[in-house]
């Protein structure tokens, strides 16, 4: 982060003025499918709204300032925009380096789908970047990362990945979901495009999905803004609108998400039915420089492998009570699961494989002390084999 800090400023006005007729302070939510034209060829500004619409719009003004894009596109989930960047920027033939550790639902994307039609991948391990560059072919077209990686959280050195990109003639693509970009503005580190499920800390209260894309070149912005109208996968007025909302609080959201997730990783460490905390602000985290380096903090998710192996992971997550078994991350209630048979069950017997005896957490913004309690009666599982059965 350099020169003034004025990213909560731009959490709370980025939407725009108060409306100029009404005085209302926050935008109204256009549900109009189409706009009357004043002649043939001459309209306001709005035509048909999956091409454009005004609350979309505001929208995608605030992720363009909040990560420091010239444009940025809301999408209708986050696989939406991963799908309609790779459609833009890719031809059959073509070859992308993903992560050894994503996203499962991003893997099958490129495993299942793009595949299919001509798209051609291979993992490399993204903490490291002479494998990625290894990882390279003549037809390399994306470097695609995470950083923190889901589930594993490892750490990408952005910059280096982006001489990595460029000096191969490829765009570095980076999925700052976890991070959000209060914690890490990727195109300031030299990345081309930026995704986002803001189904996670962006819409912050698992009540909406959506995704986006924000890139700094105007032409790229230009052919991604023709994709997203001819593919047609855009965020809706009322999604547009519940993601603006949420990201007015993103930087407070952020800061306690952040001050939860330090003390229960610190719990974790010291637990004796825990093998290994995976969390970033932990000093012997291999990614820990680098983390502190690029990021502001290290974010709200914590993974951790168990003493017991998979049965005892699940175990773990079947008597969580305050922690929500639940897919996703980001919200403001804490969230745990098992990745290895939930959010990463499509990477199973793939290079993206999780390992059974892991466990993911998002940890939410409620009183630190009932999540640590919460945890400790959880882990009592692990302790004692004969509760591993008890259903929720
Ligand atoms: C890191 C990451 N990227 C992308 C996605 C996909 O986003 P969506 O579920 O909004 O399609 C997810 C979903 O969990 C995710 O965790």
Redesign the pocket.
Known sequence: MSGRDDFATRCVHGAGAPDAHTGAVVPPISLASTFAQDGVGRDRGYEYSRSGNPTRDALQECLASLEGGTRALAF???????DTLLRTVCRPGDHVVIPDD?????YRLFAKVAQRWGLEWSAASVADPDAVAAAIRPRTRLIWT?SP??PLLGIADLAALADVAHSHGALLVV?N??ASPYLQQPLALGADVV??????YLGGHSDV???ALVVSDPGLAEELAFHQNAMGAVAGPFDAWLTLRGIRTLGVRMERHCDNAERVAEFLTRHPAVTRVLYPGLPDHPGHKTAAAQMRRFGGMVSFQVAGGEPAAVAVCNRARLFTLA????GVESLIEHPGRM?HASAAGSPLEVPGDLVRLSVGIETVDDLLADLDQALAAVADPGTARVPR
Do not use: C
Not at 327 to 330: N, R, T
């Open positions: 209708a989930s986050g696989l939406a925009a991963e994503a996203y499962g639902g991003t995470e990686t889901n999925d979901t976890f995704v986002h499920s803001t189904t996670k999905v959506g995704g897919e996703s991350l980001g959010t």
